[in-house]
T-cell receptor, first 114, second 110 residues
């Protein structure tokens, strides 16, 4: 167990809806990164939050947004869901902002968009 | 576009054999290299990290890094059926995000 938790475990939404996914980082970790992993592919970086500020963003549209709270937990929000948003959403926590040595993943949220 | 490439597999090896997993990366300024294991339906689990050229051993696992060739590998000795999983290579430069390869599926046959 990494100490990183995510909720919910599974989620089914319909196209056009909005979703919020949650992540609690490992104790002492101040950085949370979010990834999207489609079936059969490696995780794709969405964005990272360090000390409540966005600290890097991958090639995802603005309808993917996030927050980090003072306790370093984080949310990923996706608006106007599309069928291609169906994937495993992973959060990873680490210590160190720009140059974390390691990051540890939570169990993931499986999102299905119908 | 920073890229990390891996053979998708599946790579099949008999139980007790050495499994060799390879990864190449495009960004020369990459500094940190990681191997993750991912069982089907589960999240990635960090198994090795390597930062300097050469070999790093941890139990049955050995990571090898050659920055000049932009190549990193993972050897699994005495492979067990429980090692059957997808192995993800991840690369990171200073101030940059982690970039993952597509993963290699390993199947260890009893």
């Amino acid at each position: 167990e990494t100490g990183v938790t995510q909720s919910p475990t599974h989620l089914i939404k319909t196209r056009g809806q909005q979703v919020t996914l949650r992540c609690s980082s490992q104790s002492g970790h101040n950085t949370v990164s979010w990834y999207q992993q489609a079936l059969g592919q490696g995780p794709q970086f969405i964005f990272q939050y360090y000390r409540e500020e966005e600290n890097g963003r991958g090639n995802f549209p603005p309808r993917f947004s996030g927050l980090q709270f003072p306790n370093y937990s984080s949310e990923l929000n996706v608006n106007a869901l599309e069928l291609d948003d169906s994937a495993l959403y992973l959060c990873a926590s680490s210590l160190g902002g720009d140059s974390p040595k390691q990051q540890f993943f939570g169990p993931g949220t499986r999102l299905t968009v119908l | 576009q920073k890229e990390v490439e891996q053979n998708s597999g599946p790579l099949s090896v008999p139980e007790g054999a050495i499994a060799s997993l390879n990864c190449t990366y495009s960004d020369r300024v990459s500094q940190s290299f990681f191997w993750y294991r991912q069982y089907s339906g589960k999240s990635p689990e960090l198994i090795m990290s390597i930062y300097s050229n050469g070999d790093k051993e941890d139990g049955r696992f050995t990571a090898q890094l050659n920055k000049a060739s932009q190549y990193v590998s993972l050897l699994i000795r005495d492979s067990q059926p429980s090692d059957s999983a997808t192995y993800l290579c991840a690369v990171k430069g200073y101030g940059q995000n982690f970039v993952f390869g597509p993963g290699t599926r390993l199947s260890v046959l009893p």
